[in-house]
């Protein structure tokens, strides 16, 4: 089916490691992002790609890099995790206007 | 900043009866586009609505519908004859006319009762 793909769905980390969350579309949308959920603070916004190439940081960029390896592809990596970063992470592509289409979202837990 | 504001944080309904969500936001751009996504249990973010802010016609998707009040920046969703399968977090959205930046509402959690 077409859609967004993120993997791993699970993962747990120990602090201090590293670990990179992978996403890929197949929509040829040209823009892409990343979100985290925490309970009571609905989505917030990592960063975003808005074409193949060009990234940008959201409202909660620190401590995260991400790479638009190309058009289908938007990974979010985490160079030392921190407990702060457990939570539910969001991959999604859009074109203009016409809402996001979802990964279905890994679940992070840093201890 | 836009910010989107959902001042429910959890609803119940009885199956079969109607029930409103409420959302509002804040922005000062005139083109501008709001949507409702629910997302169940299974963590899937599922889209449920869309409207333009430039058309006045409320947006309808079967049992679902919005009250779109542009002036008082207000945008509720109103489920009809509810579901067992309704039952899930809500949220709101905004997304600028020329941005693809989407700022969500912190959700209501919404239970269907048998």
């Known amino acids: 089916n077409a859609g967004v793909t993120q993997t791993p769905k699970f993962q747990v980390l120990k602090t201090g490691q590293s670990m990179t969350l992978q996403c890929a579309q197949d929509?040829?949308?040209?823009?892409m992002y990343w979100y985290r959920q925490d309970p009571g603070m609905g989505l917030r916004l990592i960063y975003y790609?808005?074409?193949?190439?060009?990234?940008d940081k959201g409202e909660v960029p620190n401590g995260y890099n991400v790479s638009r390896l190309n058009k289908r592809e938007f990974s979010l990596r985490l160079e030392s995790a921190a407990p702060s970063q457990t939570s539910v992470y969001f991959c999604?592509?859009?074109?203009?206007?016409?809402?996001?289409?979802f990964g279905s979202g890994t679940r992070l837990t840093v201890v | 900043a836009q910010t989107v504001t959902q001042s429910q944080p959890e609803m119940s309904v009885q199956e079969a009866e109607t029930v409103t969500l409420s959302c509002t936001y804040d922005?000062?751009?005139?083109?501008?586009?709001l949507f409702w996504y629910k997302q169940p249990p299974s963590r899937q973010m599922i889209l449920v609505i869309r409207?333009?802010?430039?058309?006045?016609q409320n947006a309808t998707e079967n049992r679902f519908s919005v009250n779109f009040q542009k002036a008082a920046k207000s945008f509720s969703l109103k489920i009809s004859d509810s579901q067992l399968g309704d039952t899930a977090m809500y949220f709101c959205?905004?997304?600028?006319?020329?941005?693809?930046?989407?700022?969500f509402g912190a959700g209501t959690r919404l239970t269907v009762k048998p």
């Open positions: 999604a592509s859009s074109e203009q206007g016409y809402g996001y289409t």
């Open positions: 929509m040829n949308h040209n823009s």
């Open positions: 790609s808005a074409s193949e190439g060009t990234t």
């Open positions: 922005t000062s751009e005139n083109n501008y586009y």
């Open positions: 409207q333009e802010a430039y058309k006045q």
């Open positions: 959205a905004f997304m600028q006319y020329n941005n693809n930046d989407m700022r």
